[in-house]
């Protein structure tokens, strides 16, 4: 499975961006999340979605400035970013859980599956 992140770009501070992340090849099942590593630092958690209920699970750093949804008719996760920041700049990756049971979906290691990443660029 293939996972194909989309709708990075190079935005000003206080900017939006939406990223969608879609599969290939069969659908989501369990869990989608989004990381983000910036040059020189380690891959972080972004935000988590439950496929299946739709709970969602945010990092402190962009709570109440992101927002995951999905999308089950187009098998498609959205991440909404508003009032980016520059810290927010990092290559963006999707990630999926295609197994039968619950994981943290903080963790990277939860997920089986990941996209190729999608850069986001906020300039000051």
């Known amino acids: 499975v293939q996972l194909q992140a989309s709708g990075g770009g190079l935005v000003q501070a206080g900017d939006s961006l939406r990223l969608s992340c879609a599969p290939s090849t069969r659908s989501f099942s369990t869990a989608v999340g989004w990381f983000r590593q910036a040059p020189g630092k380690e891959r972080e958690f972004v935000s988590a979605i439950i496929w299946s209920g739709g709970n969602t699970y945010y990092a402190d750093s962009v709570k109440g400035r992101f927002t995951i949804s999905r999308d089950k008719d187009k098998n498609t996760v959205y991440l909404q970013m508003n009032s980016l920041k520059p810290e927010d700049t990092a290559v963006y990756y999707c990630?999926?859980?295609?197994?039968?049971?619950?994981?943290?979906?903080?963790?990277?290691?939860?997920?089986?599956?990941w996209g190729q990443g999608t850069q986001v660029t906020v300039s000051s």
């Open positions: 990630a999926a859980d295609f197994r039968s049971y619950y994981r943290n979906y903080a963790r990277s290691d939860s997920y089986d599956y």
